[in-house]
């Protein structure tokens, strides 16, 4: 079975572009989570979505960060404008969950993002 | 709020040593718990984890981790240390929302 799959990889770009992360959950999982790693802050969730829609985006740092889930298979992040210190990992997770429960996450195996 | 305090950002052991990384956790809420592990280049995938039941959890290559609400700590253990597991290890905490709160990961290095 395909897990959470991440694209791109790896992406190098110049500070002012814009960027956009894509993710394809586990099909039959109903919650994605964005997650962002850095050396400095560890894991960090920016936003979560159950069934399509976003529960929390308190993690979110600022404007310039937005997050869409337009159907069940596909989320994607975009950063716009772009900043040196977005530089980081960011990881896509899928899980299943029934009401009132917190289940397993499933991660990709995350984009690298380096803003010059 | 939930939180999670990992005790060490490093921990090095020789080859079949015992391996104990350390996880307190602050819950309003009784917790769900977890232990992810992370290799290079790669996401994160699960150990084991806590729901309810009973509070000594068995995982994956031979981990395992005790529920203890007295001390709100939920330690990871392997008797005896392999190569294989030096990689970096994080506890998490969830509740009865669908959000997981991670520690900030502990690096675990094994040394032959």
């Known amino acids: 079975d395909a897990g959470v799959i991440q694209s791109p990889r790896h992406e190098v770009t110049e500070m002012g572009q814009e960027v956009t992360l894509r993710c394809k959950p586990i099909s039959g999982h109903n919650s994605l989570f964005w997650y962002r790693q850095t050396m400095m802050r560890g894991l960090e969730l920016l936003i979560y979505?159950?069934?399509?829609?976003?529960?929390?985006d308190s993690g979110m740092p600022e404007d310039r960060f937005s997050a869409k889930m337009p159907n069940a298979s596909f989320s994607t992040l975009k950063i716009q404008p772009s900043e040196p210190r977005d530089s980081a990992v960011y990881f896509c997770?899928?899980?299943?969950?029934?009401?009132?429960?917190?289940?397993?996450?499933?991660f990709g195996e995350g984009s690298r993002l380096t803003v010059l | 709020a939930q939180s999670v305090t990992q005790l060490g950002s490093h921990v090095s052991v020789s080859e079949g040593a015992l391996v104990l990384l350390r996880c307190n956790y602050s819950?309003?809420?009784?917790?769900?718990l977890f232990w992810y592990v992370q290799y290079p280049n790669q996401g994160l995938q699960l150990l084991l984890k806590y729901t309810t039941g009973a509070t000594l959890v068995k995982g994956i290559n031979g981990f395992e981790a005790e529920f203890k609400k007295s001390e709100t700590s939920f330690h990871l253990t392997k008797p005896s240390a392999h190569m294989s597991d030096a990689a970096e290890y994080f506890c998490a905490v969830g509740d009865n929302t669908d959000k997981l709160i991670f520690g900030t990961g502990t690096r675990l290095q094994v040394f032959p």
């Open positions: 997770a899928s899980s299943f969950n029934g009401p009132g429960a917190a289940g397993e996450l499933f």
């Open positions: 819950s309003s809420v009784p917790p769900y």
């Open positions: 979505f159950n069934n399509n829609v976003p529960i929390d």
